[in-house]
Protein backbone atom coordinates (compact mmCIF):
# COMPACT_ATOMS: atom_id res chain seq x y z
CA UNK A 1 0.00 0.00 0.00
CA UNK A 2 1.51 3.11 -0.30
CA UNK A 3 1.01 5.24 2.95
CA UNK A 4 2.14 9.58 3.02
CA UNK A 5 2.65 11.72 6.23
CA UNK A 6 2.57 15.13 5.74
CA UNK A 7 1.69 17.88 9.32
CA UNK A 8 -1.93 18.81 9.52
CA UNK A 9 -1.43 22.23 9.77
CA UNK A 10 1.33 24.94 10.06
CA UNK A 11 0.87 28.65 10.61
CA UNK A 12 3.71 31.56 9.59
CA UNK A 13 4.06 35.09 9.32
CA UNK A 14 3.65 36.88 6.25
CA UNK A 15 7.10 37.62 4.48
CA UNK A 16 8.44 34.63 6.23
CA UNK A 17 9.55 31.26 5.03
CA UNK A 18 8.14 28.30 5.68
CA UNK A 19 9.04 24.79 4.95
CA UNK A 20 6.28 21.54 4.34
CA UNK A 21 7.67 18.19 4.88
CA UNK A 22 6.06 14.81 3.36
CA UNK A 23 7.46 11.51 3.70
CA UNK A 24 6.04 8.28 1.97
CA UNK A 25 6.23 5.06 1.68
CA UNK A 26 5.38 3.18 -1.52
CA UNK A 27 6.25 0.70 -4.06
CA UNK A 28 6.85 1.50 -7.81
CA UNK A 29 8.14 4.83 -6.84
CA UNK A 30 7.69 7.14 -9.96
CA UNK A 31 7.33 10.45 -8.93
CA UNK A 32 6.02 13.20 -6.70
CA UNK A 33 3.76 16.09 -6.91
CA UNK A 34 3.11 19.01 -4.66
CA UNK A 35 -0.79 20.80 -5.45
CA UNK A 36 -2.07 24.04 -3.22
CA UNK A 37 -5.96 23.82 -3.01
CA UNK A 38 -7.88 27.08 -1.63
CA UNK A 39 -11.08 25.82 0.26
CA UNK A 40 -13.43 24.77 -2.17
CA UNK A 41 -11.81 24.78 -4.94
CA UNK A 42 -9.88 22.15 -6.99
CA UNK A 43 -6.10 21.73 -6.44
CA UNK A 44 -3.61 23.71 -8.55
CA UNK A 45 -0.45 22.24 -9.93
CA UNK A 46 2.85 23.47 -8.54
CA UNK A 47 5.45 20.77 -8.94
CA UNK A 48 6.91 17.25 -9.80
CA UNK A 49 10.09 16.10 -8.78
CA UNK A 50 11.34 12.94 -10.59
CA UNK A 51 14.92 13.58 -9.11
CA UNK A 52 16.40 14.17 -6.32
CA UNK A 53 17.50 17.73 -5.51
CA UNK A 54 15.56 21.13 -5.16
CA UNK A 55 13.58 22.22 -7.57
CA UNK A 56 13.02 26.02 -7.76
CA UNK A 57 10.07 27.79 -9.08
CA UNK A 58 9.74 31.76 -8.24
CA UNK A 59 8.94 31.66 -4.85
CA UNK A 60 8.39 28.29 -4.19
CA UNK A 61 11.02 25.18 -4.29
CA UNK A 62 10.52 21.10 -3.76
CA UNK A 63 13.35 19.13 -3.05
CA UNK A 64 13.19 15.39 -3.50
CA UNK A 65 15.35 12.48 -1.82
CA UNK A 66 14.17 8.94 -3.66
CA UNK A 67 16.30 6.76 -0.91
CA UNK A 68 14.98 8.81 2.35
CA UNK A 69 11.38 8.63 0.96
CA UNK A 70 11.18 12.50 1.59
CA UNK A 71 9.94 15.89 0.28
CA UNK A 72 9.58 19.30 1.04
CA UNK A 73 7.90 22.27 -0.33
CA UNK A 74 9.68 25.54 0.16
CA UNK A 75 7.44 28.82 0.18
CA UNK A 76 9.25 32.08 0.43
CA UNK A 77 7.99 35.62 1.07
CA UNK A 78 4.94 34.31 1.75
CA UNK A 79 1.94 36.38 1.54
CA UNK A 80 -1.62 36.18 2.68
CA UNK A 81 -2.72 34.63 -0.37
CA UNK A 82 -0.75 31.82 0.18
CA UNK A 83 -3.05 30.49 3.15
CA UNK A 84 -3.98 26.99 1.74
CA UNK A 85 -3.90 23.74 1.99
CA UNK A 86 -0.63 22.03 0.53
CA UNK A 87 -1.11 18.60 -0.72
CA UNK A 88 1.76 16.28 -1.48
CA UNK A 89 0.61 13.43 -3.90
CA UNK A 90 3.20 10.39 -4.52
CA UNK A 91 2.38 9.11 -8.28
CA UNK A 92 3.46 4.98 -8.34
CA UNK A 93 3.79 2.27 -11.22
CA UNK A 94 0.62 -0.04 -10.44
CA UNK A 95 0.60 -2.13 -13.69
CA UNK A 96 1.45 0.35 -16.04
CA UNK A 97 -0.73 2.75 -14.83
CA UNK A 98 0.94 5.57 -13.03
CA UNK A 99 -1.56 6.15 -10.19
CA UNK A 100 -1.75 9.47 -7.96
CA UNK A 101 -2.02 9.26 -3.81
CA UNK A 102 -2.05 11.88 -1.76
CA UNK A 103 -1.54 13.03 1.96
CA UNK A 104 -4.54 14.58 4.12
CA UNK A 105 -2.69 17.88 2.77
CA UNK A 106 -1.33 20.70 5.11
CA UNK A 107 -3.39 23.47 6.23
CA UNK A 108 -0.84 26.74 6.09
CA UNK A 109 -2.12 29.97 7.82
CA UNK A 110 -0.11 33.29 6.86
CA UNK A 111 -0.73 35.75 9.21
CA UNK A 112 0.06 39.44 9.22
CA UNK B 1 -1.24 26.23 -19.78
CA UNK B 2 -2.83 23.03 -19.58
CA UNK B 3 -6.59 23.18 -18.78
CA UNK B 4 -9.15 20.78 -17.67
CA UNK B 5 -12.88 21.62 -17.79
CA UNK B 6 -15.92 20.10 -15.42
CA UNK B 7 -19.29 20.28 -15.52
CA UNK B 8 -21.51 21.10 -13.65
CA UNK B 9 -19.77 22.78 -10.76
CA UNK B 10 -22.65 23.02 -8.42
CA UNK B 11 -25.50 20.35 -8.69
CA UNK B 12 -29.09 19.62 -6.46
CA UNK B 13 -30.67 16.74 -7.39
CA UNK B 14 -33.54 14.52 -5.47
CA UNK B 15 -32.65 11.30 -4.36
CA UNK B 16 -33.15 8.50 -6.33
CA UNK B 17 -32.24 10.25 -9.66
CA UNK B 18 -28.32 10.20 -11.51
CA UNK B 19 -26.18 12.79 -12.18
CA UNK B 20 -23.58 13.05 -14.73
CA UNK B 21 -20.77 15.27 -14.23
CA UNK B 22 -18.65 15.59 -17.56
CA UNK B 23 -14.50 16.27 -17.79
CA UNK B 24 -13.28 17.52 -20.43
CA UNK B 25 -9.07 17.89 -21.25
CA UNK B 26 -9.54 21.71 -23.45
CA UNK B 27 -6.14 21.53 -24.84
CA UNK B 28 -4.32 18.03 -24.68
CA UNK B 29 -5.66 15.09 -25.12
CA UNK B 30 -5.59 12.46 -22.17
CA UNK B 31 -5.84 8.84 -22.41
CA UNK B 32 -5.95 8.75 -18.63
CA UNK B 33 -8.11 10.53 -15.96
CA UNK B 34 -8.75 9.92 -12.22
CA UNK B 35 -12.33 11.16 -10.64
CA UNK B 36 -11.63 11.62 -6.65
CA UNK B 37 -14.11 12.43 -4.16
CA UNK B 38 -13.01 15.10 -0.98
CA UNK B 39 -15.17 15.53 2.19
CA UNK B 40 -14.71 19.04 4.24
CA UNK B 41 -11.26 19.24 5.12
CA UNK B 42 -10.50 16.14 3.98
CA UNK B 43 -7.91 14.71 1.19
CA UNK B 44 -8.57 13.54 -1.83
CA UNK B 45 -9.85 9.98 -2.03
CA UNK B 46 -9.30 8.58 -5.56
CA UNK B 47 -12.54 6.78 -6.48
CA UNK B 48 -11.46 5.36 -10.21
CA UNK B 49 -9.01 5.56 -12.94
CA UNK B 50 -10.53 6.25 -16.21
CA UNK B 51 -8.62 4.82 -19.38
CA UNK B 52 -9.74 6.19 -22.96
CA UNK B 53 -11.20 3.10 -24.84
CA UNK B 54 -11.26 0.85 -21.68
CA UNK B 55 -13.46 0.09 -18.79
CA UNK B 56 -12.17 2.04 -15.61
CA UNK B 57 -10.48 0.23 -12.53
CA UNK B 58 -12.09 1.22 -9.39
CA UNK B 59 -10.62 1.23 -5.88
CA UNK B 60 -11.42 -1.07 -3.05
CA UNK B 61 -14.51 -0.08 -1.47
CA UNK B 62 -15.75 1.97 -4.85
CA UNK B 63 -18.98 0.80 -6.13
CA UNK B 64 -18.75 0.44 -10.13
CA UNK B 65 -22.81 0.24 -10.59
CA UNK B 66 -23.62 3.35 -8.62
CA UNK B 67 -20.16 5.39 -10.05
CA UNK B 68 -20.66 5.01 -13.89
CA UNK B 69 -17.54 5.90 -15.48
CA UNK B 70 -16.86 6.36 -19.14
CA UNK B 71 -13.63 7.47 -21.23
CA UNK B 72 -15.02 7.79 -24.80
CA UNK B 73 -12.91 9.95 -26.44
CA UNK B 74 -9.22 11.39 -25.74
CA UNK B 75 -11.04 14.33 -24.34
CA UNK B 76 -13.70 13.29 -22.58
CA UNK B 77 -15.00 11.24 -19.27
CA UNK B 78 -18.30 11.10 -17.23
CA UNK B 79 -18.82 10.35 -13.74
CA UNK B 80 -23.07 9.18 -13.31
CA UNK B 81 -23.79 8.92 -9.61
CA UNK B 82 -26.83 6.17 -10.09
CA UNK B 83 -29.42 6.68 -7.66
CA UNK B 84 -28.42 9.12 -5.72
CA UNK B 85 -28.43 9.30 -2.21
CA UNK B 86 -27.96 12.14 0.74
CA UNK B 87 -24.56 10.51 1.30
CA UNK B 88 -23.42 10.73 -2.23
CA UNK B 89 -23.42 14.61 -1.07
CA UNK B 90 -19.96 15.45 -1.88
CA UNK B 91 -16.54 17.28 -4.22
CA UNK B 92 -16.38 15.31 -6.76
CA UNK B 93 -12.84 16.20 -8.92
CA UNK B 94 -11.34 15.07 -12.23
CA UNK B 95 -8.11 14.90 -13.27
CA UNK B 96 -6.15 14.12 -16.76
CA UNK B 97 -2.62 13.47 -16.77
CA UNK B 98 -1.01 15.26 -19.55
CA UNK B 99 2.05 13.05 -20.82
CA UNK B 100 2.96 15.59 -23.51
CA UNK B 101 5.50 17.82 -21.43
CA UNK B 102 3.33 20.57 -19.20
CA UNK B 103 4.84 22.16 -16.70
CA UNK B 104 5.54 18.99 -15.12
CA UNK B 105 8.06 18.09 -17.83
CA UNK B 106 6.26 14.96 -19.15
CA UNK B 107 4.27 13.56 -16.17
CA UNK B 108 1.49 16.71 -14.97
CA UNK B 109 -1.84 15.86 -13.63
CA UNK B 110 -4.28 18.98 -13.94
CA UNK B 111 -7.63 19.03 -12.44
CA UNK B 112 -11.57 20.19 -13.13
CA UNK B 113 -12.79 23.23 -11.30
CA UNK B 114 -14.68 20.58 -9.46
CA UNK B 115 -18.81 19.34 -8.76
CA UNK B 116 -20.32 20.07 -5.95
CA UNK B 117 -23.38 17.43 -5.63
CA UNK B 118 -26.24 18.00 -3.04
CA UNK B 119 -28.90 15.15 -3.25
CA UNK B 120 -31.67 16.02 -1.09
Known amino acids: GQNIDQPTEMTATEGAIVQINCTYQ??????LFWYQQHAGEAPTFLSY????GLEEKGRFSSFLSRSKGYSYLLLKELQMKDSASYLC?????????????FGRGTSLIVHP | GAVVSQHPSWVICKSGTSVKIECRSL??????MFWYRQFPKQSLMLMAT?????????EQGVEKDKFLINHASLTLSTLTVTSAHPEDSSFYIC????????????????FGEGSWLTVV
Open chain 1, 49 to 52: NVLD
Open chain 2, 50 to 58: SNEGSKATY
Open chain 1, 89 to 101: AVSYDSGGSYIPT
Open chain 2, 27 to 32: DFQATT
Open chain 1, 26 to 31: TSGFNG
Open chain 2, 95 to 110: SARDWTGGAGGGNTIY
